[in-house]
């Protein structure tokens, strides 16, 4: 079976340091593509940036470029997302989900990160 | 880029059909059939029911549709089911740097 496995949900204050994962099993990690997707409370989805496992090349939208990082370690078929310094406003759920060149199949769906920073 | 148009919200009784729009440009859905349905229920991932503008992944159900015209695209749900009521988010790439979702739509089955 195709999985993605997030990290636990976060409690953060302002101006700290996070990094979440995406563990990917059940297919071959490195010729998918690993896109991060934000939906703060109540509101609808927004892409943040996607990596090819295969080379790391990673596609910030543009929202995002500077914001966060984006990086894999393709020997434990993990993405990861970073912060180095959180705000209030970063407080959403973070989704992993996979993707293949070329397409809009975007699925699996991690379950989500949750992160809250107060 | 701008999230893609929806209308917040529909509804529909059991057994009725439903269509959800949504309106990109001439940058993203009007030259692109790469398009995408995703059903978000309360509290859980988005889940893929539509790609390349009207297929279906394995395990969704036939009775989601998808479809485009011009800039437009659409999601049909026919034969209307509690199940159904969810968010809805439509996808759309629209180049290197832009890939961009819907407002999204909630439907409520009556």
């Known amino acids: 079976e195709v999985q993605l496995v997030q990290s636990g949900a976060e409690v953060k204050k302002p101006g700290e340091s996070l990094k979440i994962s995406c563990k990917g099993s059940?297919?071959?990690?490195?010729?998918?593509?690993i896109g991060w997707v934000r939906q703060m409370p109540g509101k609808g989805l927004e892409w943040m940036g996607i990596i090819y496992p295969g080379d790391s090349e990673v596609i910030y939208s543009p929202s995002f470029q500077g914001q966060v990082t984006i990086s894999v370690d393709k020997s434990i078929s993990t993405a990861y997302l970073q912060w180095s310094s959180l705000k209030a406003s970063d407080s959403a759920i973070y989704y992993c989900?996979?993707?293949?060149?070329?397409?809009?199949?975007?699925?699996?769906w991690g379950r989500g990160t949750l992160v809250t920073v107060s | 880029q701008s999230a893609l148009a929806q209308p917040a919200s529909v509804s529909g009784s059991p057994g009725q059909s439903i269509t959800i729009s949504c309106t990109g440009t001439?940058?993203?859905?009007?030259?692109?059939?790469?398009v995408s349905w995703y059903q978000q229920r309360p509290g859980k991932a988005p889940k893929l029911i539509i790609y390349?503008?009207?297929r279906r992944p394995s395990g969704a159900s036939d009775r989601f549709s998808g479809s485009k015209s011009g800039s437009t695209a659409s999601l049909t749900i026919s034969g209307l089911q509690a199940e159904d009521e969810a968010d809805y988010f439509c996808?759309?790439?629209?180049?290197?740097?832009?890939?961009?979702f819907g407002t999204g739509t909630t439907l409520t089955v009556l």
């Open positions: 996808y759309s790439y629209g180049g290197y740097t832009t890939y961009v």
């Open positions: 989900v996979r993707g293949y060149s070329g397409t809009s199949q975007f699925d699996p």
């Open positions: 390349e503008v009207s």
């Open positions: 001439g940058s993203n859905i009007g030259t692109s059939n790469l």
């Open positions: 059940g297919y071959n990690f490195t010729t998918w593509w």
